[in-house]
């Protein structure tokens, strides 16, 4: 089905041993299934391995893209990182992908797993907690928990993993029992030998393999002592295309008057027990005051809801008069800090804070754009860089970043300009020339444009036969919450015929269970267009509201779009289009996750009909025949005969 369209290198010698269909996996691993484009693949990372350098990666799902590459990092002389886009995937890669192929292969290697500090359990911050302070049952809880902590040895697992053995409630105790980056004094802290999260970290100098996550990776990894990073001579991003928004929310400082108060709080009760410390009070509160004044003055003048910070700032005086003295403030506060020797423990990430501010609020940063929003009266400022932190661009000397999605049609410059890459080698292996006759498109043909009045409920009353016919099996993408409340609300009228499983913040994995579990089940979200993995008949219809373009509401991206227009770019044709391609093509990829599945997408975006840009995003796209005609789709899912067999009970 599959076949490589662009392949710059094709080794065939190690992955042909590995990969075929005689080959040592198919050997000794009897599920396994020769895929002519896995062994290409496993190919062109081994010689990426032997030469180094940077490597896109692109294949479909199914290819066996884990095997793929997991078989050059454990036949690496050198140990290697892999960063993974979430908690799960490394779990997934620890307990089940890693061990498999080693075995196969006969290795054996040190695997090490890293989360994010707040998911270890801070005996400084839950032996402090059951102390003092907080509410008496969270007291107990958390003096419960450290004490288990210390009876059983002190073992290095993630807190809520503890909280669980012990059986202690483990809701709002977080706060209590872990800490931020930030706030953690590292070396400096009593408990730091003992510390699950440092021990855990110090198991890196010996580690083969270091399972990490992308955020983990910009936060720690990045700036890890090279004594550790520079053990690692290969990484791999695996699901790399999650790696472009990390880029672009991290390429973001924000400023508010709630991070403002995290700075203030602490300098004020240190001020409150302090005999000489009026001076320093008196400037937290012309802090406070100034920006109220700035908020105050922001409310009268009614500019547009978000802008160019200092380009208002030169058009309204009154506005300047304010924001010079306020920032002016920030290098007060942190003279005053010095001077009264405020530097460490709780004053620690206020000097941080403060330090940030001086930096990202400066209007002549090169590369960066301050952008304000103003919601309910609040003004928050923004410092939005067009590159992101260079953490991405320190890479080990052999880098693969491999996903099903990083390319619009074989051009992988979208992904690799966000992430500053600019000397790479590529390989996308993409569907065969000619149709896949597994689904088809349903376009509607007389749907209200996107965010007219009426979409929702248009396109929902469209698909219900649909929805009727496929037995619901159905997932429902989204791209805002507002859309996905309007069908939730309209759907609500056929709760006797559906079961509807919304995908609602914190709530995503008890809604998939539900909805793989139970007959006539719709999947309502707007978070899954990626990382939602449900082979096999029990999801069969994928429908989409509209082409995912990011909200022009989003000061993100007002920001970027400015800035790319000050450099004569396009954002529309360079940044934005592509970024919806890529997620429209998650999105569809929801539907086939394994060779014999099947069904209908359904993109419900009127654009898809005249707008100049449709072939581009169709020909981007898996190429399944399309219809605007509901009767064709409707007969195709009942041609299908496993449509016909609800395998859901
Ligand atoms: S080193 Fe940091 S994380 Fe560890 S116990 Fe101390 S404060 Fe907590």
Redesign the pocket.
Known sequence: MYNTVFTLRCKEDMSAKLFSAEGLIASRWPPFIYRCDQQELAGEVDALFKKGGVLLAEAPTGTGKTFAYLTSVLQAEQPSIISTSSHALQQQLVQRDIPQLAKILGRSCKVVELLG?TN?Y????GGAASGEGGARQLRRRAEALHHYWLQQGEPVIPWRTLASDAGIESAQLYAHV??SQG?????K????E?????RQRHQLTTADIAVVNHALFYSTMAPLSQSIRGRFTQVVFDEAHRLEQLAIDRSTTIFDRADLERVLAPLQRWVQGEEDGAELGQLIRRCRKLLQLLELRLQRLQPESSGDWPELCLREPRLMAVWQPWRRSFRLLLAYMRLWGLRSGRFLQAEKTLLRYQHSLSPLQPGALLWYQRRQGRLSIHSVYLQQADAITNLPQTSLFISSSLSVDGDFSAFSDTLRLEKYDFYCSQLAPGEDLRARYYLPASLPAPGMQGHIEALMTDVLPLLRHNQGRALLLFSSLDNRKIAEGWLRQYADDFNLCVASRGAISQAVAQFSRRANSLLLATGLWDGLDIPGANLSLVIIDKIPFSSPDDFRVQARSKMLNMQGRDPFVEWQLPQAILRLRQGVGRLIRADNDGGVVVIGDSRLHYQGYRQQIMAALPQYPMTSDRQVALSFIESRPSFNVATVS
């Open positions: 500090i270890y801070c005996p400084k911050q872990t800490v706030d953690c004094t590292a070396e802290c009593p408990w730091y003992r510390c699950p999260y440092f």
